[in-house]
């Protein structure tokens, strides 16, 4: 249970004073993510922080200030001017100057009176606010501040400024923070004293405070103390939820799973390729975790194209070499089958039986298949998440190997292990990712990587088409296809949505089949049924249809080796490492590959930087990282989808340094202290709840 300690920062947000319905609904817009089941909490208001800070301190003149920005003048006011009688919506003007000019002070609907005590005449006043010229006359509508010049003192001259949602003003928000800032208890120091003096870092408060109250622009920079403290607080309550998971799955002795190498001999023996080396040495890797009877939790890290799949089959080869089951899951259906047909050939010829198990198998053949695998007569078993319902039982699941990791949360990664007796883990990715992405999603794993190509791959050449010469890139297509090429033609919508300009799949491809002919052009989206689904992608493999209009469901994974040209529609509209997923389906055979990157002009700088990296490299980690830097960690795998962590405070990008502190530091608390129940580990528990690590903690009392 949460320590009650935290209540008032758990309560909704309605609990502050001046916070109602209202507001608290614009709050939930801001705060917290769609789909969130509970309300926004006082937790969310104390770490939404300002993005910027509007500095007044600098006094301005009346000439020289620039238009549409905020300054903060000394000026003399001269008069008054109401509207008339007839003119009541005209705004009411108070004229003032300075040494250098004149300037309208302007307000609507204001009343007489109060205006005349606001802004006496004859008064030196100092007035904040933004100034706009309008005909060469400078104006300030509704002036931020005004006050005589004995109170400068008393303005609030440095002022954060809040990331807003339409309707929620700055004034509503600034308060609402400000209420939840006092309702934010006092609470015991969790970080280790070496690491705070080390980094001169501030107290959990003072950090919120002198973030929420900056004094300067200076304190709201990524490198100023306060911010760098609540980064690595939130890095070390992920870098520890990871280490306790990552305890829990280890503590559970494993077993050792050493095989004769007699069915791998058989699978290389049936290889129309020879290893890699890198593939040979993450094997290598990975057949030495399982023979130990420590439990395997190693991630293999490998570009598209470079071959994963064969090495996850040698892996559960030598698992059924120890008599043991092999569980492959896949993140779509597509893929499932895929990985099915793909190994099937490989798997017969070296004895292993395999079943594919899909949320589509029903009745009688469901049944047949749960038998088999429960039984222990089939070796391997390929699937969906499928795999780890309830009612499948297996006789003896040693290793787990979950493909294109990125797509599965943290929740499903924990869940796969429940079967079996501590099988191994396994999990694959194709998205190639910066170190410490790597550990900020998975803490200690161990990693694998395959480091280039299988040889004999071409470059694919790349190049970027405005949408306005798509006629002569279908018309390359015609020529492309009587030359015998197969084509992917990529629409990025998913489903129809009014909302969105983007060309639908559909019309697409009715277009296309329009131009090149009906029998010719496939479709597969999101939308369709499994079957059909599977007819359109074997359509296109068997090469009865020569191109296929696709949405973003053949991104991952999906190896039709002869396909040669790619044609990314919108590309303007995809990140770099999914457009750098995208044109990995093409380049896997021996024939030259090409990419087409159709875009929409105008180019924004960070859409233009994308498709420039595009065209200059194919090197999936040069592309990882310069996509971390054009876009901050956040949207780098899709996160929101992925089930990577986002970080709430912490940029990966200014604040990397501090995450392997973090990796450190959790790993020295769980060996000192692995159920957190030291002083300092009571705090640190406050940290877990607080970064919404609920879930570690429930791991801790599990035991
Ligand atoms: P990914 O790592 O993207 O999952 P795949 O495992 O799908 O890549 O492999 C891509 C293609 O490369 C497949 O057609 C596979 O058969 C082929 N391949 C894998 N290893 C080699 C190799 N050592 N030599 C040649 N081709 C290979
Ligand atoms: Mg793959």
Redesign the pocket.
């Known amino acids: 249970m949460r320590p009650a300690l935290l209540d008032p920062l758990f309560a909704d947000v309605t609990s502050i004073a001046g916070v109602g319905a209202k507001v608290a609904a614009l709050l939930a817009t801001l705060l917290v993510n769609p789909g969130s089941t509970v309300g926004p909490r006082v937790r969310d208001l104390v770490f939404h922080l300002p993005s910027s800070l509007v500095d007044r301190r600098k006094r301005g003149e009346i000439a020289t200030a620039p238009d549409g920005t905020i300054v903060t003048l000394t000026v003399r006011i001269d008069r008054h001017q109401a509207p008339g009688r007839a003119a009541k919506s005209a705004p009411y003007r108070v004229y003032a100057h300075d040494e250098t000019g004149e300037i309208a002070l302007t307000y609507f609907r204001a009343q007489p009176q109060w205006m005349e005590k606001l802004l006496p005449v004859g008064e030196t006043m100092l007035v904040s606010g933004k100034v706009e010229w309008f005909n060469g006359r400078p104006a300030m509508v509704h002036p931020d501040f005004v006050a005589p010049l004995a109170e400068a003192e008393s303005l609030p001259l440095v002022e954060p400024v809040y990331p807003l949602t339409a309707g929620l003003t700055a004034k509503v928000l600034r308060k609402a923070v400000t209420g939840a800032l006092e309702r934010l208890p006092a609470l015991p120091e969790w970080q280790d004293p070496s690491v705070t003096a080390r980094q001169t870092f501030p107290t959990f408060a003072d950090a919120l405070q002198r973030l929420h109250n900056p004094a300067d622009p200076i304190d709201l920079d990524p490198s100023a103390a306060a911010l760098r403290r609540l980064a690595y607080d939130e890095f070390l309550a992920a870098q520890l939820a990871l280490a306790l998971s990552r305890q829990r799955i280890k503590k559970a002795k494993g077993r050792a799973l050493l095989g004769d190498g007699q069915i791998r001999a058989r699978i290389l023996a049936a290889?129309?390729?020879?290893?890699?080396e890198a593939?040979v040495g993450a094997l290598a890797e990975i057949h030495a975790d399982m023979a130990e009877d420590d439990r395997m939790l190693r991630l293999l890290q490998?570009?598209?194209?470079?071959?994963?799949?064969?090495?996850?089959l040698l892996a559960m080869a030598a698992a059924a070499e120890a008599g043991a089951q092999s569980a492959l899951l896949a993140p779509t259906e597509i893929l499932a089958r895929q990985h099915a047909a793909?190994l099937g050939p490989l798997c017969e010829a070296a004895g292993l039986s395999l079943t594919l198990l899909t949320g589509r198998d029903s009745g009688r053949a469901r049944a047949e298949k749960l038998e088999a695998i429960a039984s222990g007569r089939t070796d391997i078993v390929v699937g969906t998440h499928a795999l780890f319902q309830d009612d499948v039982d297996y006789r003896d699941l040693g290793l787990v190997v979950v493909?294109?990791q990125h797509r599965f949360g943290v929740h499903q990664r924990l869940s796969l292990t429940r079967k079996g007796r501590q099988p191994d883990l396994l999990v694959?990715t194709?998205t190639p990712i910066p170190r410490t992405l790597v550990l900020a999603a998975f803490g200690d794993m161990d990693v694998s990587r395959?480091t280039g190509?299988?040889?004999?791959r071409k470059p694919i050449a790349t190049v970027a088409v405005p949408v306005e010469r798509i006629g002569s890139v279908v018309e390359r297509a015609r020529q492309a296809i009587a030359a015998g090429e197969k084509l992917y033609w990529v629409c990025p919508l998913v489903e129809e949505s009014e909302k969105s300009d983007l060309m639908a799949a559909q019309e697409r491809y009715e277009t296309l089949a329009a131009h090149l002919g009906a029998d010719l052009v496939g479709l597969v989206h999101g939308q369709m049924k499994g079957e059909e689904k599977d007819a359109a992608m074997a359509a296109f493999k068997d090469g009865r249809t020569r191109l296929i209009v696709a949405t973003t469901v053949i991104e991952v994974?999906v190896?039709v080796?002869d396909a040669s040209i790619i044609v990314i529609e919108h590309a303007e509209r995809f990140g770099l490492a999914q457009l750098h997923q995208l044109r990995?389906r093409v380049g896997?055979?021996d024939r030259p590959s090409s990419c087409v990157l159709l875009y929409r002009a105008p180019l924004g700088e960070v859409a233009k930087a994308r498709l420039e990296v595009m065209r200059d490299t194919e090197d999936g980690f040069r592309i990882a990282e310069e996509d971390l830097k054009l876009r901050g960690e956040g949207d780098l795998l899709g996160t929101k989808q992925s089930g990577l962590p986002g970080f709430r405070i912490a940029r990966i990008e200014h604040h990397g340094d501090l995450l392997e502190i973090a990796r450190d530091d959790a790993r020295l608390i769980i060996a000192r202290d692995p159920e957190l129940k030291s002083e300092r580990g009571a705090a640190l528990r406050l940290l877990l709840y607080l970064f919404g690590k609920d879930d570690a903690v429930r791991l801790l009392r599990a035991g």
């Open positions: 290889l129309p390729f020879r290893l890699t593939q490998g570009d598209v194209g470079s071959g994963k799949t064969v090495v996850a793909g493909d294109e694959m194709a395959l190509k299988p040889a004999g994974g190896d080796p990995g896997r055979g």
